[in-house]
């Protein structure tokens, strides 16, 4: 098995000069699971990993006789997330019954909103600056998990009833990359809101595309397809680009795209199709009796906007004034709540011994690095604050080099130990004393007498070797201005007595 | 020491209380005579007597408690039967449906938690009509249940069990639900009372839902007092109903007895009295009509113009969302599951509802499946729920007169023999004419006897109110029994 295999027809065009004959048009369906204490019609716990049909109940078995009631957490979390998409939020909506059979689908229909969902025309903005339209949300239960295997198929219902939002965009995202940004974009406002993990590998967020192609300059949307189960995001740039490039072959070679369903095998990293347009079911909605209307007051809608904390846009805006950072800093430190809470919590220890933008440089490079590599979670085998500050103390104020800065921090991280300890118990130190620089000068001009000729010749390229010879001879403790003032100075005395 | 026998349900509860009746005395009198008649007229989908007699002893421990720290309970020692669609945690609850026949509650309904709690003896499982769809009882996958006063005539349906033991005195209550009549009707042709409260004014957690925007749990009683007592113990906000109205009820019995019909206005509803309405059933209507009006009602016709469409609209809607309340039924978690080797998971499906249902539950399956459609959804269900808006704002509209009750017949005729109407299931839909307007529009009803006709059935009288008025409706019957005391009174010869 292959999975690099090439399309015959658009190889030789390439995915750029795929391009400039089609614009593909992408919509995005995310579910976004709601971290709510329990479950969207039962009190049931949501907790990921319990034992298998450990978070049940009558109500979410489905079992005869029971009946919903709505859980106000979930409802408050999805106003959360209508009003920072800066949507729509309809006063009076309705839950309605999504039917259909299966093994997990308890009640054999899903509560879900249809014609009258809470929210609607909502917009998010990608770092390009273009607007992509979020057509509406809802709100829905989850169903529960299928296992299949040992000739036998499992239930596992912890997961049924779990509060979903359905966020679907227009049909505006042009291309993989725009998709991916999207996504990011929307993730980090569900964890901004604190609503979702936006775990996408662990189901906390999921994703189907609609993918179409239509000639480059045509208003009309060609046939689209759609594509489920993308659990990651480089899932939904490969499903994409693959889709794009499996729907231009049928086009340049007079074909026409078929409406289908598809599963995205990340395996193979291809689609597959899983079902036609004509076997697409009737799921006869209709409103569920049970709930009746869902009644949101601008009062309540006030109460969770007036909880509604700073949200990315305006974070990195804020950054970028605040603290002088360039677009793409602010940008990448606010893609994370905690990232960016992180960041400024290191500002302030720092108490202006360095500046924010070089707190952002160290954020950026050497602790995301490790954040990283060594797979930190928030808040948990992460760097304190109060450690990471007193290391740039030190920095700000002279006592070590950058260089030295950095390889301190790297101990910190392996030993765990603090910054003034590792530079004491290794001497590292930086030495300020001139003298003694002076003196380590004269020593290692006496060894180079080839390069003080050099240099004296007008050939200026030596004296960074020069330096580079005092330090190492210090070991890097030397602070490297003073060493450059005391060569320079030394090299050009003897001209003087000339 | 007083015989249990006959005595209204506040009788025994009172007499318990005070140390003059024993529980113990009741539980064992009443299960005799379950346990004599329960056949007789296949009243019961499960009757077990040691198992009611176990559970008994449990409640007589927590009535003597509550005797020693003076605790009244409105029910104490109270024998009830149950529907065998409300949930009782451990018990079997069968829906009349031979999908259900293994099938045992894991909880109980909240009617039930309120019972045990007031003190009552659940007292038997009662046989239906297999989901409570069907109006004669012979719906029912365990039998029809045959009428007391008559064993070759229905007993009406769906509740068509629990009215029977309350007209046989095997119980002095009995708990049904009631989505198109079902209740009020069994309760007529079996000559007892029966009522069907606000929609939401009792909780349906625990009722196996049939079409949920129009069931309602009410109750059988032979007292009019006994179904307003029995009211106030079931009446009010649930938690675990969203559908079930938050403010506090207004409690019926303490009202009951005050007053008079003077000045109470009841509307005949004109287009009720012509064809299809059975003479004799005319007659004792008109004649208890008139006995309203002795006791100072004042009677008024109205025209419900809307209210013809009853029927159909009450057809979609309900099978509508019976389509959808079944799809549970699927034969995967419980139930029954028809496989056979090979087969894929809609075969597994098809082939178990196939054989679960009954007839008249898979054509109304059917009938919902269809008006959900996409194509037929506006034509059909949009259609009927615009048209049911009508007819509840004609009714509304009617009380909003002055109007403070709304009287027809309970059925168009008495009970009718068993097999006469179950190969036309049109001629059987038609029987709910009057009943079902007050679950369309959400309003409380009930039924309760005028006397009898020539070959000695029982007749009803439908009494409707406002949403809520339950107390208005109660006291309005009270007020009736005590001068037709021998219409009430009158017993089967079993």
């Not at chain 1, 930190?376 to 760097?383: A, E, N, R, S, Y």
């Not at chain 1, 004393?433 to 001009?445: F, N, S, T, W």
């Amino acid at each position: 098995m292959n999975s690099k295999t090439s399309h015959n027809s658009t190889s030789d065009l390439g995915f750029e000069g795929l391009l400039n004959r089609y614009e593909p048009v992408i919509g995005l369906e995310v579910h976004c699971q709601l971290k709510t204490e329990s479950k969207l019609f039962c009190a049931c716990k949501t907790n990921f990993g319990a034992l298998a049909n450990q978070n049940t109940c009558p109500v979410c078995l489905g079992l005869p006789g029971v009946l919903p009631v709505l859980n106000h957490q979930a409802v408050d979390y999805a106003i959360a997330m209508a009003l920072a998409v800066g949507a729509v939020i309809r006063e009076k909506s309705v839950f309605a019954r999504k039917q259909y059979f299966y093994p997990d689908l308890p009640k054999g229909y899903q509560i879900t909103q249809y014609d009258l969902p809470y929210c609607e025309a909502g917009r998010l903005r990608l770092d390009t600056g273009k607007e992509i339209v979020i057509q509406r949300i809802h709100m829905e239960e989850d169903a529960g998990k299928s296992i299949h295997g040992d000739n036998a198929s499992y239930v596992d219902l912890n997961r049924a009833g779990i509060p979903l939002l359905e966020i679907v965009s227009a049909p505006e995202l042009s291309g993989p990359q725009e998709a991916y940004d999207y996504l990011k974009k929307l993730r980090a406002i569900a964890r901004y809101l604190d609503i979702s993990d936006g775990n996408l590998e662990e189901g906390s967020f999921r994703c189907d595309a609609n993918v179409s192609l239509r000639p480059l300059g045509s208003q009309a949307f060609g046939v689209r397809t759609e594509i489920k189960n993308l659990n990651s995001f480089k899932n939904v740039e490969r499903a994409i680009t693959y889709e794009i490039f499996r729907q231009a072959d049928i086009l340049e070679s007079g074909g026409l795209v078929k409406q289908v369903t598809l599963l995205f095998d990340a395996a193979s990293g291809r689609t597959q199709v899983m079902r036609s347009k004509e076997d697409s079911p009737d799921y006869r909605y209709v409103p569920d009796p049970d709930l009746g209307l869902l009644y949101l007051s601008q009062e309540r809608v006030a109460q969770v906007k007036s909880r509604i904390p700073e949200l990315p846009e305006g974070k990195s805006l804020r950054f970028q004034t605040e603290f002088g950072l360039t677009e793409a800093d602010a940008r990448q430190l606010t893609e994370e709540k905690e990232l960016a809470a992180y960041f400024e919590a290191l500002v302030a220890a720092v108490q202006g011994k360095v500046t924010a933008k070089i707190v952002a440089n160290w954020i950026l490079s050497e602790y995301l690095r490790e954040h990283n590599t060594r797979h930190w979670t928030w808040g948990q085998q992460d760097l304190s604050v109060e450690a990471f500050a007193e290391l740039l103390g030190l920095l700000g104020d002279g006592t070590i080099s950058g260089k030295i800065a950095k390889s301190v921090f790297e101990e910190m991280v392996e030993s765990g130990a603090r910054a003034p300890a590792i530079i004491h118990s290794k001497g590292l130190v930086q030495i300020t004393d001139k003298d003694e620089i002076k003196a380590m000068v004269q020593r290692v001009l006496e060894a180079y007498p080839e390069q003080i000729e050099q240099y004296r010749s007008g050939k200026h390229k030596v004296f960074g070797f020069l330096v580079g010879q005092v330090l190492k001879a210090s070991q890097g403790r030397y602070n490297p201005g003073l060493v450059n003032d005391c060569l320079k100075e030394a090299l050009h005395e003897p001209a003087k007595k000339d | 020491m007083r015989e249990p026998f006959q005595l209204p349900a506040r009788e025994i509860a009172r007499l318990t209380m005070d140390g003059s009746l024993k529980p113990e005395d009741t539980a064992n009198f009443y299960a005799r005579r379950t346990e004599d008649l329960h056949q007789v007229c296949n009243t019961h989908t499960l009757w077990d007597k040691d198992a009611v007699l176990n559970e008994a002893e449990k409640q007589i421990d927590y009535i003597q408690a509550a005797r020693y720290a003076h605790k009244s309970l409105p029910l104490a020692g109270v024998p009830i039967a149950i529907k065998d669609n409300i949930m009782v945690e451990g018990q079997m609850a069968t829906c009349g449906s031979r999908f259900l026949r293994n099938h045992r509650s894991a909880y109980d309904a909240t009617v039930i938690q309120k019972l045990k709690a007031a003190g009552a003896f659940l007292f038997g499982r009662t046989n239906m009509d297999e989901f409570a769809m069907g109006s004669s009882n012979e719906n029912s996958s365990y039998g029809p249940v045959l009428n007391p006063w008559n064993r070759r005539h229905v007993a009406g349906g769906s509740s068509g069990g629990s009215a029977a033991v309350v007209a046989a005195d095997m119980v002095p209550l009995a708990l049904g639900s009631d989505t198109g009549g079902s209740i009020r009707q069994p309760a007529s042709f079996c000559g007892v009372l029966g009522l069907k409260p606000t929609y939401g004014a009792v909780s349906r957690y625990g009722l196996i839902a049939y079409g949920s925007s129009l069931d309602q749990i009410g109750h059988f009683a032979r007292r009019v007092e006994d179904l307003a007592l029995l009211f106030d113990v079931l009446a009010g906000p649930d938690h675990l109903d969203s559908t079930s109205h938050r403010g506090a009820p207004t409690p019926t019995l303490p009202t009951l007895a005050q007053g008079s019909l003077l000045g109470t206005k009841i509307a005949l509803v004109r287009d009720f009295l012509g064809e299809g309405l059975d003479g004799e059933v005319r007659a004792h209507f008109e004649a208890a009509m008139a006995r309203y009006r002795e006791l100072g009602a004042e009677l008024v016709e109205v025209n419900l113009p809307h209210i013809k469409a009853s029927i159909p609209v009450y057809y979609i809607i309900a099978t509508a969302e019976a389509s959808t309340n079944l799809a549970r039924f699927d034969g995967i978690r419980y139930g029954v599951r028809v496989q056979k080797p090979g087969q894929n998971l809609r075969e597994v499906y098809t082939q178990s509802r196939s054989e679960g249902f009954g007839r008249e539950v898979k054509q109304r399956i059917m009938l919902g499946t269809y008006v959900l459609s996409a194509g037929y959804y506006d034509a059909y269900y949009a259609q009927a729920a615009r048209m049911r808006e009508l007819i509840k704002r004609e009714l509304n509209a009617v009380f909003a007169s002055g109007v403070h009750l709304i009287a027809t017949p309970t059925a168009p005729t008495t009970a009718f023999e068993l097999g006469q109407k179950t190969h036309d299931s049109l001629a059987m839909y038609l029987g709910d004419i009057y009943t079902i307007a007050a679950n369309l529009a959400g309003i409380p009803a009930l039924s309760h006897p005028i006397g009898f006709d020539g070959k000695g059935l029982p007749i009803g009288l439908q009494l409707m109110a406002p949403a809520f008025q339950e107390a208005t409706l109660l006291r309005s019957a009270y007020h009736y029994e005590q001068q037709n005391q021998p219409q009430f009174d009158k017993r089967p010869r079993i």
